[in-house]
């Protein structure tokens, strides 16, 4: 199957700093990329989704100047939590997919612990 | 109502049982349908698409019922390696492209 990889896999930050988390498609061109967050013992929650070349689009309650996206080739995409907070310690996950199909591959997760 | 909803569980069944999970979802305009199984601190991963009339992958079967608007999910002789989350992810083509996750039932197979 399609992989999808994410680095780092887990990082340690303190409170006010930014992290970047790279999502990257290894054997496919990823036209569409989502980004979910993931709580302890609770669901994914979808933060926004990201189309080749273009904005993303984020989910309501999700702020876009504080979690930047790009995705600016088909087998790239970032995530960047800017000035981060305890509060935003959580998984974080990537999914891709290719045009015409509607099956996503989730990327191995990041966990973030900010401090 | 829920977009998707799943009983959480958690579901503890003896090995070599079979169990069954449904899932509902609201919205009508639903089109495609996934199942997949999410280990505990790991990614999810595809464990079957649903389709219309039903389809069977070795011990696991999925169906789909429009009319009720629910898919299901049977394992049968179950391992102790199915033990995991079961997603349920409906798919909403459209000018917003959604996919909706459920929250995942829980299973624990016992030994």
């Known amino acids: 199957g399609a992989v999808v990889s994410q680095h780092p896999s887990w990082v340690i930050c303190k409170s006010g700093t930014s992290v970047k988390i790279e999502c990257r498609s290894l054997d496919f061109q990823a036209t569409t990329m989502f980004w979910y967050r993931q709580f302890p013992k609770q669901s994914l929650m979808l933060m926004a989704t990201?189309?080749?070349?273009?904005?993303?689009?984020?989910e309501q309650g999700v702020e876009k100047d504080k979690f930047l996206i790009n995705h600016a080739s088909l087998t790239l995409s970032t995530l960047t939590v800017t000035s981060a907070h305890p509060e935003d310690s959580s998984f974080y996950i990537c999914?891709?997919?290719?045009?015409?199909?509607?099956?996503?591959?989730f990327g191995p997760g990041t966990r973030l612990t900010v401090l | 109502r829920k977009e998707v909803e799943q009983d959480p569980g958690p579901f503890n069944v003896p090995e070599g049982a079979t169990v069954a999970f449904n899932c509902t979802y609201s919205?009508?305009?639903?089109?495609?349908f996934f199942w997949y199984r999410q280990d505990c601190r790991k990614e999810p991963k595809l464990l079957m698409s649903v389709y219309s009339s039903g389809n069977e992958d070795g011990r696991f079967t999925a169906q789909l019922n429009r009319a009720s608007q629910y898919i299901s999910l049977l394992i049968r002789d179950s391992k102790l390696s199915d033990s995991a989350t079961y997603l349920c992810v409906v798919n909403m083509r459209g000018r917003d492209d959604k996919i909706i996750f459920g929250k995942g039932t829980r299973l624990h197979i016992l030994p």
């Open positions: 990201s189309n080749e070349g273009s904005k993303a689009t984020y």
């Open positions: 999914s891709a997919r290719t045009y015409g199909l509607l099956t996503q591959y």
């Open positions: 919205n009508s305009a639903s089109q495609s």
